[in-house]
Protein backbone atom coordinates (compact mmCIF):
# COMPACT_ATOMS: atom_id res chain seq x y z
CA UNK A 1 0.00 0.00 0.00
CA UNK A 2 0.61 3.08 -0.93
CA UNK A 3 -0.47 6.95 1.12
CA UNK A 4 0.05 10.27 -0.92
CA UNK A 5 -1.80 12.81 0.11
CA UNK A 6 -5.08 12.56 -1.67
CA UNK A 7 -4.94 9.20 -2.60
CA UNK A 8 -4.31 5.51 -1.82
CA UNK A 9 -2.76 3.23 -3.75
CA UNK A 10 -4.05 -0.70 -2.51
CA UNK A 11 -4.77 -4.16 -2.91
CA UNK A 12 -7.96 -4.26 -5.06
CA UNK A 13 -11.57 -5.29 -3.36
CA UNK A 14 -14.30 -7.22 -4.64
CA UNK A 15 -15.98 -3.53 -4.77
CA UNK A 16 -13.71 -2.59 -7.23
CA UNK A 17 -15.41 -4.68 -9.43
CA UNK A 18 -18.37 -2.66 -10.75
CA UNK A 19 -16.60 1.04 -11.58
CA UNK A 20 -13.55 -0.80 -12.86
CA UNK A 21 -15.88 -3.19 -15.59
CA UNK A 22 -17.87 0.12 -15.95
CA UNK A 23 -14.37 2.61 -16.73
CA UNK A 24 -12.97 -0.08 -19.23
CA UNK A 25 -16.75 -0.05 -21.19
CA UNK A 26 -16.40 3.35 -21.31
CA UNK A 27 -14.69 4.25 -25.23
CA UNK A 28 -12.93 7.40 -23.93
CA UNK A 29 -10.89 5.61 -21.32
CA UNK A 30 -10.33 3.09 -23.92
CA UNK A 31 -9.57 5.46 -26.51
CA UNK A 32 -5.87 4.36 -27.08
CA UNK A 33 -6.59 1.02 -26.57
CA UNK A 34 -7.77 -1.21 -29.44
CA UNK A 35 -10.93 -1.98 -28.28
CA UNK A 36 -12.78 -1.61 -24.71
CA UNK A 37 -12.98 -4.23 -22.35
CA UNK A 38 -15.72 -6.75 -21.89
CA UNK A 39 -16.77 -7.22 -17.89
CA UNK A 40 -14.72 -10.74 -18.24
CA UNK A 41 -12.02 -9.51 -19.27
CA UNK A 42 -11.72 -6.41 -17.07
CA UNK A 43 -12.60 -9.37 -14.12
CA UNK A 44 -9.65 -11.39 -15.00
CA UNK A 45 -7.41 -8.26 -15.57
CA UNK A 46 -8.20 -7.57 -11.51
CA UNK A 47 -7.35 -10.47 -10.78
CA UNK A 48 -4.17 -10.34 -12.89
CA UNK A 49 -3.29 -7.16 -11.09
CA UNK A 50 -3.82 -8.17 -7.82
CA UNK A 51 -2.08 -11.78 -8.50
CA UNK A 52 1.16 -10.11 -9.27
CA UNK A 53 0.83 -7.46 -5.82
CA UNK A 54 0.58 -10.96 -4.01
CA UNK A 55 4.04 -12.44 -6.25
CA UNK A 56 6.18 -9.60 -6.24
CA UNK A 57 5.11 -7.36 -3.60
CA UNK A 58 4.01 -4.54 -6.19
CA UNK A 59 1.96 -4.10 -9.15
CA UNK A 60 -0.90 -1.85 -10.41
CA UNK A 61 -2.93 -0.59 -7.31
CA UNK A 62 -6.33 0.08 -7.22
CA UNK A 63 -6.30 3.88 -6.68
CA UNK A 64 -8.91 5.11 -3.95
CA UNK A 65 -9.18 8.80 -3.11
CA UNK A 66 -8.89 9.10 0.52
CA UNK A 67 -11.75 11.81 1.10
CA UNK A 68 -14.40 9.66 -0.02
CA UNK A 69 -13.07 6.66 -0.55
CA UNK A 70 -14.03 6.10 -3.93
CA UNK A 71 -12.34 3.64 -6.39
CA UNK A 72 -10.51 5.91 -9.55
CA UNK A 73 -8.46 2.93 -11.17
CA UNK A 74 -5.48 1.95 -11.23
CA UNK A 75 -2.02 3.01 -10.96
CA UNK A 76 1.51 1.05 -10.47
CA UNK A 77 4.41 -0.72 -11.93
CA UNK A 78 4.51 -4.08 -13.49
CA UNK A 79 7.06 -6.22 -14.82
CA UNK A 80 7.65 -6.64 -18.54
CA UNK A 81 7.19 -10.00 -19.77
CA UNK A 82 8.65 -11.15 -23.34
CA UNK A 83 7.98 -10.48 -25.92
CA UNK A 84 7.48 -7.02 -24.80
CA UNK A 85 11.14 -5.47 -26.29
CA UNK A 86 11.97 -3.61 -23.14
CA UNK A 87 11.94 -6.74 -21.19
CA UNK A 88 13.45 -7.26 -18.77
CA UNK A 89 12.21 -4.10 -16.61
CA UNK A 90 9.40 -2.54 -15.08
CA UNK A 91 6.95 -0.42 -16.27
CA UNK A 92 4.67 2.44 -14.42
CA UNK A 93 0.90 2.37 -16.12
CA UNK A 94 -2.21 4.27 -15.02
CA UNK A 95 -5.42 4.20 -16.22
CA UNK A 96 -8.17 6.63 -14.36
CA UNK A 97 -12.14 6.65 -15.04
CA UNK A 98 -13.21 9.88 -16.92
CA UNK A 99 -14.60 11.30 -13.52
CA UNK A 100 -11.07 11.08 -12.10
CA UNK A 101 -9.19 13.28 -14.97
CA UNK A 102 -8.12 16.81 -14.57
CA UNK A 103 -7.52 16.47 -10.88
CA UNK A 104 -3.65 15.33 -10.95
CA UNK A 105 -4.36 12.20 -9.48
CA UNK A 106 -2.52 10.24 -12.02
CA UNK A 107 0.54 12.23 -11.35
CA UNK A 108 0.06 12.15 -7.45
CA UNK A 109 0.18 8.50 -7.65
CA UNK A 110 2.69 7.75 -10.61
CA UNK A 111 5.04 9.82 -8.61
CA UNK A 112 4.80 7.77 -5.78
CA UNK A 113 4.73 4.64 -7.49
CA UNK A 114 7.97 5.63 -8.67
CA UNK A 115 9.69 6.63 -5.09
CA UNK A 116 8.60 3.26 -3.89
CA UNK A 117 10.09 1.79 -7.31
CA UNK A 118 13.16 3.17 -6.40
CA UNK A 119 13.38 3.46 -2.59
CA UNK A 120 11.90 0.07 -1.94
CA UNK A 121 12.01 -2.09 -4.10
CA UNK A 122 15.60 -0.79 -5.41
CA UNK A 123 14.96 -0.30 -8.91
CA UNK A 124 17.83 1.21 -11.31
CA UNK A 125 15.25 1.99 -14.22
CA UNK A 126 11.30 2.27 -14.71
CA UNK A 127 9.91 2.39 -17.90
CA UNK A 128 6.71 3.79 -19.30
CA UNK A 129 5.40 3.77 -22.94
CA UNK A 130 2.04 4.78 -24.56
CA UNK A 131 0.78 4.89 -27.95
CA UNK A 132 2.35 7.60 -29.86
CA UNK A 133 -1.29 9.43 -29.74
CA UNK A 134 -1.85 9.29 -26.31
CA UNK A 135 -0.73 12.84 -25.01
CA UNK A 136 -2.28 13.08 -21.86
CA UNK A 137 -0.16 9.38 -21.20
CA UNK A 138 2.71 11.19 -21.85
CA UNK A 139 1.90 14.50 -20.23
CA UNK A 140 1.44 12.16 -16.92
CA UNK A 141 5.29 10.86 -17.60
CA UNK A 142 6.54 14.61 -18.29
CA UNK A 143 5.16 15.91 -15.15
CA UNK A 144 6.93 12.91 -13.02
CA UNK A 145 10.07 13.85 -14.56
CA UNK A 146 11.06 11.13 -17.02
CA UNK A 147 12.64 11.51 -19.56
CA UNK A 148 12.18 10.78 -23.48
CA UNK A 149 13.89 7.24 -24.77
CA UNK A 150 12.99 7.75 -28.43
CA UNK A 151 16.17 4.91 -28.87
CA UNK A 152 13.91 2.95 -27.12
CA UNK A 153 10.57 3.32 -29.30
CA UNK A 154 8.74 0.50 -30.79
CA UNK A 155 5.96 -1.28 -32.46
CA UNK A 156 3.29 -2.34 -30.14
CA UNK A 157 4.22 -6.80 -30.59
CA UNK A 158 0.56 -7.37 -29.11
CA UNK A 159 -1.05 -5.02 -32.38
CA UNK A 160 -1.63 -6.33 -35.69
CA UNK A 161 1.16 -4.24 -38.22
CA UNK A 162 -0.08 -1.36 -39.48
CA UNK A 163 -2.45 -0.68 -36.82
CA UNK A 164 -2.82 3.11 -35.75
CA UNK A 165 -1.85 2.09 -32.51
CA UNK A 166 1.24 0.24 -33.41
CA UNK A 167 3.81 2.69 -32.63
CA UNK A 168 4.58 3.38 -28.94
CA UNK A 169 6.97 5.69 -27.45
CA UNK A 170 8.89 5.07 -24.34
CA UNK A 171 9.98 7.32 -21.75
CA UNK A 172 12.23 6.36 -18.73
CA UNK A 173 13.20 7.27 -14.98
CA UNK A 174 16.31 6.63 -13.32
CA UNK A 175 16.83 6.16 -9.82
C1 LIG B 1 -3.63 9.08 -18.76
C2 LIG B 1 -4.60 9.70 -17.74
C3 LIG B 1 -4.51 8.95 -16.43
C4 LIG B 1 -4.19 11.16 -17.55
O1 LIG B 1 -5.14 11.81 -16.74
P1 LIG B 1 -5.00 13.38 -16.45
O2 LIG B 1 -6.14 13.77 -15.62
O3 LIG B 1 -4.76 14.09 -17.73
O4 LIG B 1 -3.62 13.47 -15.63
P2 LIG B 1 -3.43 13.90 -14.11
O5 LIG B 1 -4.29 13.07 -13.23
O6 LIG B 1 -1.98 13.92 -13.86
O7 LIG B 1 -4.04 15.37 -14.07
C5 LIG B 1 -3.40 16.45 -14.72
C6 LIG B 1 -4.41 17.51 -15.03
O8 LIG B 1 -5.08 17.89 -13.82
C7 LIG B 1 -4.96 19.31 -13.62
N1 LIG B 1 -5.05 19.56 -12.16
C8 LIG B 1 -6.16 20.03 -11.54
N2 LIG B 1 -5.96 20.09 -10.21
C9 LIG B 1 -4.69 19.64 -9.99
C10 LIG B 1 -3.92 19.48 -8.81
N3 LIG B 1 -4.41 19.77 -7.59
N4 LIG B 1 -2.66 19.00 -8.94
C11 LIG B 1 -2.15 18.71 -10.15
N5 LIG B 1 -2.86 18.85 -11.30
C12 LIG B 1 -4.11 19.31 -11.22
C13 LIG B 1 -3.67 19.65 -14.30
O9 LIG B 1 -3.60 21.01 -14.64
C14 LIG B 1 -3.78 18.79 -15.57
O10 LIG B 1 -4.70 19.34 -16.45
P3 LIG B 1 -4.35 19.57 -18.01
O11 LIG B 1 -4.20 18.20 -18.61
O12 LIG B 1 -5.55 20.29 -18.52
O13 LIG B 1 -3.09 20.33 -18.04
C15 LIG B 1 -6.05 9.64 -18.28
O14 LIG B 1 -6.12 10.38 -19.46
C16 LIG B 1 -6.52 8.22 -18.53
O15 LIG B 1 -6.83 7.47 -17.61
N6 LIG B 1 -6.59 7.82 -19.81
C17 LIG B 1 -7.10 6.53 -20.21
C18 LIG B 1 -6.15 5.40 -19.92
C19 LIG B 1 -4.80 5.57 -20.54
O16 LIG B 1 -4.68 6.00 -21.69
N7 LIG B 1 -3.78 5.21 -19.76
C20 LIG B 1 -2.42 5.28 -20.17
C21 LIG B 1 -2.09 4.14 -21.02
S1 LIG B 1 -0.34 4.09 -21.35
Not at 38 to 67: C, K, P, Y
Not at 109 to 119: I, P, Q, R
Amino acid sequence: MIETPRLILRNWRPSDLEPWVAMNADPDVMRFFPAVQTREESGSMMARNQDHIDREGFGLWAVERRDDGAFLGFTGLMTLKAPNPLHPGVEAGWRLARHAWGHGYASEAAAAALKDGFERLGLASIVAFTATANLPSQAVMSRIGMSRRQDLDFDHPALPKGHALERHVVWEARA
